[in-house]
């Protein structure tokens, strides 16, 4: 039997065929060139939100002695606006109650329901709590800072009791108007007042009593009669 004559390929032949099976293979290892990366530009801007329509109840009151601004309500947190609330107070109605902590000031209603208004709490407002009466009220009242204050602040000195106090007007710390508290007879120096500083509303501020809006004081005025009870809370809960 002849045997076949034996084939003896070039080593050029041979690297070529290598290189022919190492491509049909698997090619997750082949290194491509990276795509090229893509800019995306930026998405457009939100236009602002419109500015809160301010209610009727905040308008200017250009009747008042001293005509009144409109509130900007930009500076009022919505939850501090008067508004018609059930009553969480327990009291009966025709109450006042100042829930010091939350910033709120309450006036009972015989249907269930209560006044809320947003307050601004100074440092006297943190001084006395307990219960008491609105033992007179007035339209824009003096302002004469008692003499402990007056000794705290010699500042204050042009308006103090002897002065005569401070003549009524938008600057006055009274504003447009004043309820003044007493308990068994004798004042309490506590005050339910208004102020044209919208910011203060919802805020614990440096000085003053309870503020309320100078058109929610006007409201709250025309609700409350003299003897009208009265509770402060320092605590967490009305």
């Keep these: 039997m002849k045997e076949l004559p034996s084939v003896i390929l070039p080593r050029r032949s041979l690297l070529v065929g290598f290189a022919g099976l190492a491509l049909s293979?698997?090619?997750s290892g082949v290194r491509?060139?990276?795509a090229p990366a893509v800019s995306l530009a930026p998405p457009p801007a939100l236009p602002p939100a419109p500015p809160p329509v301010r209610p009727d109840m905040y308008d200017a009151m250009p009747e008042e002695r001293f005509p009144i601004p409109a509130v900007d309500i930009t500076q009022v947190e919505e939850r501090f606006w008067r508004t018609v609330v059930d009553d969480p107070t327990g009291e009966a109605p025709g109450t006042l109650v100042v829930d010091t902590p939350a910033k709120y000031l309450y006036f009972t209603m015989p249907d269930g329901s209560a006044v809320?208004?947003?307050i601004g709490?100074?440092?006297e407002g943190f001084a006395w709590s307990g219960r008491a009466e609105v033992q007179y009220k007035r339209q824009w009242p003096r302002w004469t800072p008692p003499d402990e204050m007056v000794a705290r602040q010699p500042?204050?000195?042009p308006y103090s009791i002897a002065n005569g106090g401070m003549d009524p007007g938008l600057q006055n710390p009274l504003g447009a108007r004043a309820l003044y508290i007493f308990q068994d007879g004798q004042d309490t120096l506590y005050r339910l007042h208004g102020t044209p500083e919208a910011w203060s509303i919802g805020r614990a501020v440096s000085s003053g009593c309870i503020r309320l809006l100078n058109q929610d004081v006007i409201d709250l005025y025309e609700r409350v009669p003299d003897g009208t009870p009265i509770r402060?809370?320092?605590?967490t809960s009305v």
Excluded: H, P, W
């Design 25 to 27: 293979g698997c090619v």
């Design 32 to 34: 491509t060139a990276a």
């Design 232 to 235: 402060v809370s320092q605590d």
């Design 155 to 157: 500042e204050l000195e």
């Design 116 to 118: 809320r208004y947003g």
């Design 121 to 123: 709490v100074g440092r």
